[in-house]
């Protein structure tokens, strides 16, 4: 072997070897590598992989349906799209959030295109751009292809009915949490469980998979039956609204009671607000009157006294109590009516609504005997519902009363109550004496349908007068709507029973009471003698009148009448009420007192004005005036509206006047002048 294959020769080893030991060392690299990941830090890794990769959804069930008492859905449920995007993916892509966010605010009309760039630029993997967007935007904004923006399907709450019983039900969040109503008092029942499931993400941070094994349906929410009659609650709504617009008043509410149940028919409040969105509306709009707002009753609270006075024997049926001419002096104060009243049986005490007579009826009584009866009746305590905000009135204690409280208070000045607490009062007159526990909410079941919980109705908190004592009322409180202030709530071939209130509005600022500021309100229930319906209605500051019956009353008509139609009650099925109304001693009109009930006659709602004399058009289009003097003002504009007049009132109170007279031809569009007074029988506390 020459020398120079042999140099070659050992080269060839010496790189072999060499090679060799790079393998080798190459192999021991790649060992301790695997015993450092598999072994050493295996458990380190395995958390980490399992951050990247894993990823624990929020599974949040479907909120619970609101169903109405037959059925009908109030707020429901429904899908909708949100966009959201990964920071992340977008430095990845080397995209400008600030040109990303202004290609959205393209498609989203209002985005704030600083605050959603500020967010794409954040080290987080997931931000919202935008909740509940429409599935027009949603498409728009998938078109544009923004790197890191993706869509994500979430449950919105949707009420389908817009406005109609916003207050009962409130509304629910962006995050499907109840806000106010119903939504806050079942917020719990109706959102469900909120479980979370293990899913896998791509390295974008985009789950990929996701995998549970539990049933849905066990972690929904449970739907909920109200005892709100959608109908019902329409036409309150509705006749309130026109009512509170008519009069310019502030505001109003209404309730719609089942007095043998407890079970409220309808709660309306004037204004309202759209819970599908509510921050386009005022707090005052949102707020729900009928439990929040609490006000001096005034005359209403008369028939709780009477019928209180009766059961303790303080007075007895046939009893005539002297009025004192008008007026009756306690202490350096003088209480006054609005006629010269002498000797009135206690029938015309609550149909002419005697402050003078209820006084002297409240002063035979007692202080510590009134209390307790407008205890019993519920003022001064909360009712229960289970509402949010729900206030209990005010009913100061006895020991506390001055000598004019006692005066005042047996005709609702000096004490405070809620409209709910006077028709859960009213109620128990009209059920022979039952002060039940109200109900809204009748009834809850899961998903699989069953029911976990149903509401009692019915339940009696006390008995709050006797019967026998609560049943002699009631054809007293008939007499209030044949012959005396209540007539405008009196509906053609129905017997109601109820009573007019008209109270000036305690000045808290100033002390004492505002001027010419007042709230009207009426309180009943038909049919009289067996009755389905409690109505109580509460006018705020009317500025067109402001007595009870002429503000407060109608609605009551319109709103009894269309309940009572909706319910299938007619008239034919109160001829056996009549036939015990006639029975009745009717209220006898003494010498000095004739003429001085003078009112229109009172139809339906349906045809209120329908009567009114149609005439052809006169020569060249014109149209006859009606013949509008004895009207309420509020007929009186209806009237001449149908016939294209416009309308220009002077007073308050009645038609007294007209100019043009009845019978002449003027064009369409022609103003109507009408003067309006005060009808004879009407005044304060009435």
């Known amino acids: 072997m020459t020398p120079v294959n042999a140099r070659r020769i050992r080269w060839i080893r010496v790189r072999v070897a060499m090679l060799t030991a790079l393998l080798l060392v190459g192999v021991g690299a790649i060992v301790c590598r695997a015993w450092e990941l598999q072994i050493k830090g295996a458990d380190r890794l395995a958390k980490m992989a399992k951050e990247q990769h894993e990823r624990s959804l929020r599974l949040a069930p479907m909120r619970g349906t609101i169903f109405d008492r037959n059925g009908a859905e109030l707020a429901v449920s429904v899908e909708a799209d949100s966009l959201s995007a990964n920071p992340q993916v977008l430095k990845a892509a080397h995209a400008n959030p600030t040109l990303v966010a202004r290609g959205l605010a393209s498609v989203l009309s209002g985005l704030n295109v600083p605050k959603i760039a500020r967010r794409l630029a954040s080290d987080r993997h997931f931000v919202w751009i935008e909740r509940h967007v429409t599935p027009k935007q949603a498409q728009l904004v998938s078109r544009l292809r923004l790197p890191g923006v993706q869509t994500t399907k979430e449950a919105k709450r949707y009420y389908p009915n817009r406005k109609l019983a916003a207050h009962v039900l409130g509304f629910a969040d962006v995050d499907g949490r109840g806000i106010e109503g119903v939504e806050l008092a079942l917020d719990s029942r109706l959102r469900g469980r909120v479980e979370t499931s293990p899913a896998i993400r791509d390295s974008r941070g985009f789950v990929v998979f996701a995998e549970h094994f539990l049933d849905d349906r066990a972690t929904q929410g449970e739907d909920v039956t109200l005892s709100i009659d959608r109908t019902i609650q329409h036409r309150a709504e509705e006749e309130l609204e026109a ?15 089942d007095p043998h149940t407890g079970e409220i028919l309808a709660m309306a409040n004037y204004p309202s607000f759209n819970p599908n969105d509510p921050g386009a509306f005022p707090a005052a709009s949102r707020r729900n009157r009928a439990v929040t707002d ?11 006294t009477m019928a209180s006075a009766l059961g303790t024997g303080a007075v007895s049926p046939r009893q005539h109590i002297d009025c004192g001419n008008g007026s009756f002096q306690v202490g350096e104060f003088v209480i006054h009516d609005s006629e010269h009243w002498g000797r009135l049986s206690l029938t015309e005490i609550l149909a002419y609504s005697s402050n003078v007579g209820i006084s002297r009826i409240g002063m035979a009584m007692g202080k510590a005997r009134m209390f307790r009866a407008l205890r019993q009746f519920g003022f001064g305590e909360s009712t229960e519902l289970g509402l949010p905000g729900e206030v209990s009135g005010i009913l100061r204690h006895y020991s ?13 000045q000096g004490m405070s109550v809620t409209a709910l607490q006077l028709a859960v009062a009213t109620s128990a007159l009209a059920n022979g004496g039952k002060l039940l526990k109200p109900t809204i909410i009748r009834r809850l079941r899961n998903s699989h349908g069953e029911v976990t919980e149903e509401f009692q109705t019915g339940v009696v908190r006390r008995q709050a007068v006797a019967a026998w004592a609560a049943r002699r009322v009631v054809p007293m409180l008939a007499a209030v709507t044949t012959d005396g202030t209540g007539k405008e709530a009196a509906i053609e071939g129905f017997p109601v029973a109820g009573k007019t209130g008209t109270a000036q509005k305690a000045d808290y600022i100033t002390g004492g009471y505002a001027r010419d500021t007042w709230l009207a309100s009426f309180a009943g229930f038909v049919p009289a003698y067996h009755p389905r319906l409690t109505i109580v209605t509460i006018i705020d500051e009317p500025k067109l009148d402001h007595s009870g019956g002429l503000i407060a009353a109608p609605v009551f008509r319109r709103v009894a009448f269309a309940a009572l139609r909706h319910l299938g009650v007619t008239a034919e099925d109160s001829r056996p009420a009549l036939a015990e109304a006639t029975r009745q001693k009717r209220l006898k009109i003494t010498p000095e007192k004739s003429g001085h009930l003078e009112m229109p006659s009172i139809v339906p709602a349906e045809y209120y004005e329908a009567r009114a004399e149609r005439t052809g058009a006169g020569p060249d289009g014109q149209i006859q005036v009606p013949y509008l003097v004895g009207k309420t003002a509020r007929s009186a504009v209806t009237m001449a509206y149908s016939k294209q007049l416009e309308v220009q009132l002077s007073g308050s109170g009645m038609v007294r006047a007209q100019h043009p007279e009845a019978g002449a031809y003027v064009m369409p569009g022609s103003r109507l002048v009408l003067t309006l007074g005060e009808p004879e029988h009407a005044r304060q506390g009435s």
């Open 243 to 257: 009512a509170v617009e008519l009069s310019q008043a502030k505001a109003g509410s209404t309730v719609v009671m």
């Open 294 to 304: 609490r006000f001096e009753p005034g005359s209403t609270i008369k028939m709780f």
């Open 400 to 412: 506390k009363w001055y000598d004019m409280d006692m005066a005042t208070v047996p005709w609702g």
